[in-house]
């Protein structure tokens, strides 16, 4: 039977037994596992060293929250049992990472970048292939955006265009190359949009089609490793709503190396709320947080 499963008995009983109670750090009440400041502290290094997000002590309970469950599968009583086992796991080291990163998305979110997009396209023309890379893809709706705007653009469901979709989190990935999206997912798209860009499935699911993930590669890419495995100039990079888990050190380490594979007219396109006035020396703002590289 796992911890999950067990019926502990009432607080009295605990009580009558005081032997019981300095065998083992006890859970906080509600709590199914203890969980420390010294816990929070080593997943919040553990957290920001590998992929390089920045947890503020109001995510305790996030945290917490979010990590029970591969507590319960890894058949661990103990959050100091767990990290343990993450330094021999590097299978569960991916779930944990997938376990904590946020994948908030939908089709055409902030939809005046794809405005942007369209003319920047039209712009460049059709005389060589033009590389676009979207660096949080999360389950797809955000790349699969990207394409959809070539295809506007180009008014062809084959533009020059080249898409790299990228993210730390291998789950959200599979379910970005699947394609596959339940009505709600796509319950803000135009009717326009739906019929021209997916085809529907039994039971009212909607599939990209393939002509548009063909526009599309998927890898994963933690941006704090040393190598990326791209090459430049690329015509735009989608880095929303990214930043905004990162400290000011870690965002400039990482818009250092966007620089250079920018082509030098080239978009950074970035979420609402991230400003980038600390890197004004990488990059000036063109547009409604749209930024192109200095020099």
Known sequence: MSLHDRNPGPLSAVRTAPSAVHAAPQPASGREFAFSLEDFERIRKLIHDHVGIALTPAKQDMVYSRLTRRLRICGETTFAGYLARLERDRVEWEA??????????SFFRESHHFDLLTEQLRKIGSGRRIQIWCCAASTGEEPYSIAIAACEAFRSLAPPVSIIASD??????????RGHYEPDRVARMSPTRLQQYF???????????????????FRTINLLAPHWGLRGPLDAIFCRNVMIYFDKPTQYAILKRFAPLLAPDGALYAGHSESFQHASDLFRLVGRTVYRPVG
Do not use: C, K
């Open 96 to 105: 944990f990472v997938n376990s904590l990163t946020t994948n908030l998305t």
């Open 168 to 177: 730390v989190n291998t789950d959200v990935l599979d379910v970005a190359r």
């Open 199 to 217: 085809q529907q499935e039994a039971g009212g699911a909607w599939r990209i089609r393939p002509e548009l993930q063909r526009l599309v590669s």
